[in-house]
């Protein structure tokens, strides 16, 4: 079935104190609820994890891209299954509850993960219940010394990401994540109304499908790099991130704690590196 990410709505636009009656393509932002399946005592359990918002489509990703990104699971053959759990279906007719079951030797602690309420879509930190929970579950192996990225490339990081962004050149209302190879090549765009979504959905399909490298790869991101952001990336063990918008301090830390690559304010001809600059070369 083909998801819906977009509905069009009758605006008025203005334009030279003119008013005329036209329609606009709007990004879909819908509610997704995540609900685990895990083995525990001789027994089955089911608990709900988080409920986020986002732009319904590629949701198996994005839920993939989550449970990597909070620690939740190291590996994909952790994942039995991701299935839409009941009839919660939406105006949009899309699932917006998804039961993941985990494999009978996994173990879980949703008490560490302090995320069971509401998430903006557009803050993957404002869920997060204390400051205990937005610390790292565990140290991921970071390459510190590749990849090794042509100064002259990060420039046109901006355009390789707008030139595939269909949602962005539809609604001007969604964020976008890239993998890029050293070389330049887009592997892969995730797009979503929350930035740390669009991470997300990327980082859950690249390592589903083993497509990810970090000794060759790195991130583009749309937006602003906040602490989130980074945290997601070293959680995949990628060791370079560079975004259109600026870091925040916390980013900047955490960037500088696990020697990530940090590029910012990227611009025709010019950007800023926070942290790394050993991997950009002449």
């Known amino acids: ?93 899309v699932d917006n509850s998804l039961l993941v079951t985990l494999g009978k030797g996994n173990q879980l602690d949703l008490k560490n993960l302090q995320r069971h309420f509401m998430v903006s879509s557009s803050c993957g930190v404002c869920g997060k219940g204390t400051l205990n929970a937005i610390e790292i579950a565990y140290e991921p192996q970071i390459e510190k010394s590749m990849p090794l990225v042509s100064v002259d490339l990060i420039t046109k990081l901006p355009d390789i990401l707008r030139a595939k962004q269909e949602q962005f050149a539809n609604t001007g209302g969604v964020h976008a994540s890239g993998l890029i190879s050293a070389s330049g090549e887009l592997l892969h765009l995730a797009e979503d109304v929350g930035r740390h979504n669009a991470l997300d959905k990327l980082i859950g399909y690249v390592r589903c499908r083993d497509m990810l490298n970090p000794s ?12 989130d952001i980074i945290q997601k990336t070293l959680m995949a063990g990628i060791g370079m991130i560079a975004g259109i918008g600026a870091p925040t301090s916390l980013a900047l830390d955490l960037a500088r704690k696990f020697d990530i690559t940090l590029i910012g304010f990227i611009k025709k001809n010019k950007y800023n590196i926070y942290n790394g600059a050993w991997r950009i070369k002449d």
């Open 216 to 227: 060759e790869q790195f991130v583009m991101c749309s937006g602003r790099l906040g602490f």
């Open 1 to 93: 079935m083909t998801v819906s990410d977009t509905v069009n709505y009758d605006i008025h636009k203005v334009e030279n104190s003119t008013v005329t009656s036209t329609s606009d393509c709007i990004a879909i932002e819908e509610p997704l609820e995540i609900i685990i399946r895990y083995f525990s005592n001789e027994d089955w359990v089911e608990e709900p994890l988080m409920v986020t918002m986002r732009t319904p489509g590629d949701d198996e990703s994005l839920v993939s891209g989550i449970l990597f990104s909070e620690g939740v699971i190291n590996d994909k053959s952790a994942i039995e299954s991701i299935a839409p759990r009941g009839t919660n279906k939406s105006l949009y007719d």
